[in-house]
């Protein structure tokens, strides 16, 4: 079993930078695919970015392109995703996921097996 946290949301202003953090335990998840899904108030949980294994591939869905990046660190267990230009459509509560894969990409949440209890993020002047 892997247990995932994630750590890092807040308030925001817009415009803003933000880092979420999603530790993992149990296992080893360096042969793990790893993404990110967000779920706002009132809508369906929606794909946000995930990662290779090695972590030198990422896809990302478009309205977080070129403003979210995400990495991992395998030697400490954790995926990251750095949030910049934040933009109040970008409140929600996000969520890390894994699935012990190599595959690429896992887009849709039923791909994934693992799940962390989400950190909420929102963005407001």
């Known amino acids: 079993q892997v247990q995932l946290v994630e750590s890092g949301g807040g308030l925001v202003q817009p415009g803003g930078s933000l880092r979420l953090s999603c530790a993992a335990s149990?296992?080893?998840?360096?042969?793990?695919?790893m993404g990110w899904f967000r779920q706002a108030p009132g809508k369906e949980r929606e794909f946000v970015a995930t990662?290779?294994?090695?972590?030198?591939?990422?896809y990302y869905a478009e309205p977080v392109k070129g403003r979210f990046t995400v990495s991992r660190d395998n030697a400490k267990n954790t995926v990251y995703l750095q949030m910049n230009s934040l933009k109040p459509e970008d409140t929600a509560d996000y969520y890390c996921a894994a699935r012990r894969t190599c595959n690429f990409p896992l887009l849709k949440s039923a791909e994934y097996d693992y799940w962390g209890q989400g950190t909420q993020l929102t963005v407001s002047s």
């Open positions: 149990g296992r080893t998840v360096s042969n793990y695919a």
């Open positions: 990662i290779t294994c090695s972590g030198n591939s990422r």
